[in-house]
């Protein structure tokens, strides 16, 4: 496939900061854009020069016929255009979570297999400068045996102030969905996609529910219709007595917002943000900056991406990878709905 016939579903903040910014950046033509309010997909269709504007996805993929197809819509919408695009036979990147459930997301991989696609959740994070420095020395063998692993996505004051993700309808859930499953997706990765065996969690509500921090941010949204979470915190037991830890908020009385990993290992530890090993040095402790450079995530992950669909090279987001990300997030809204621990299969 040497020029790649692509449409990009949805024209909220995933198309518009992630999605399109890098097939530009990579010099990657987009034939049609689809949102069902036509106003921000003409936006975009002008700034990216993108001939085609539709508000019905299907209409889309019939007319289009793509080879490639970005789904950048509310986490429920996934499944029904994610399998219609593969049916239509195009390889598919997904923004994350990939699904509302495993089952959803184990029946979308099938559907990918069946259909000899390829489907790929979006996890930009992956592309970080840091966390792929981090990835290199964890592959070095140098951190000596990971057993603990800490994944932090926490703003200060970071409630969306757009879209869906106040209404679980349509959201299927808050933060944890949102942000938590960036950092959990790095950590699963870094971590060497341990099997999560139990997982213990409280997810909540403390901040989107009250008027005054709605007032706050300009009234983006209906304090008394915010009925997802905006703190959660997971512990998460693996295979081999490793442990993941997961914290996310979209607004706390934290001193900055943090997005970033942390791994121990028994001959070192590291962070992605900022980038750095820690270690004994000749008997003394020592902090190793990383040296990294600057680029764009979202660029990184699209240029892979095109490289995939054109049977370069594997996807770096796996199936398994992905499948236990789910487990993960399954099992943390059913551990604090039910106020246990919950067993993965």
């Not at 099938?110 to 259909?115: E, M, Q, S």
């Not at 997005?259 to 820690?278: C, I």
């Not at 551990?335 to 299969?345: F, M």
Request: one cysteine or more; glycine letters at 8%.
């Amino acid at each position: 496939m040497t020029t790649p016939k692509i449409v990009v579903i949805g024209a909220g903040f995933a198309a518009r900061v992630g999605h399109l910014p890098g097939y530009t950046a990579a010099r990657q033509p987009v034939a049609a854009i689809c949102d069902v309010n036509k106003e921000p997909a003409f936006a975009l269709a002008k700034q990216h020069n993108i001939p085609n504007v539709y508000d019905d996805w299907r209409e889309m993929l019939a007319t289009e016929k793509p080879d490639v197809v970005s789904v950048c819509v509310p986490n429920v919408a996934h499944r029904d255009i994610v399998l219609a695009a593969l049916d239509a036979g195009a390889h598919v990147l997904c923004e994350k979570p990939l699904a509302t459930s495993v089952a959803e997301a184990q029946e979308m991989f099938d559907a990918a297999r069946r259909a000899g696609r390829v489907l790929m959740a979006a996890q930009n994070w992956r592309w970080d400068p840091g966390s792929r420095a981090v990835r290199r020395i964890v592959e070095t063998g140098d951190l000596g045996e990971l057993y603990y692993a800490e994944a932090t996505a926490m703003r200060r004051m970071g409630i969306p102030m757009w879209g869906v993700f106040h209404q679980k309808a349509l959201s299927a859930g808050g933060a944890l969905l949102d942000i938590g499953v960036h950092m959990l997706d790095l950590a699963v990765w870094l971590f060497g996609n341990p099997r999560p065996l139990r997982v213990s969690a409280t997810v909540d509500r403390r901040f989107g529910t009250r008027p005054e921090i709605a007032h706050m941010l300009r009234n983006a949204w209906d304090p008394q219709r915010f009925d997802v979470d905006d703190f959660a915190v997971a512990l998460v037991h693996c295979e081999g007595g490793r442990t993941l830890l997961l914290r996310t908020s979209w607004a706390a009385h934290i001193e900055q917002e943090t997005f970033s990993v942390r791994l121990l290992g028994t001959e070192g530890g590291a962070t992605t943000r900022p980038a750095m090993v820690y270690r004994n040095h000749a008997g003394i402790p020592a902090n190793e900056q990383l040296q990294v450079r600057d680029r764009s995530s979202y660029e990184g992950e699209i240029a892979h991406w095109l490289r995939v669909v054109a049977g370069k090279e594997p996807p770096l987001v796996r199936e398994e990878e992905t499948l236990n990300v789910q487990r993960i997030l399954e099992a943390a809204y059913r551990s604090a709905d039910e106020g246990r621990e919950i067993a993965i299969p």
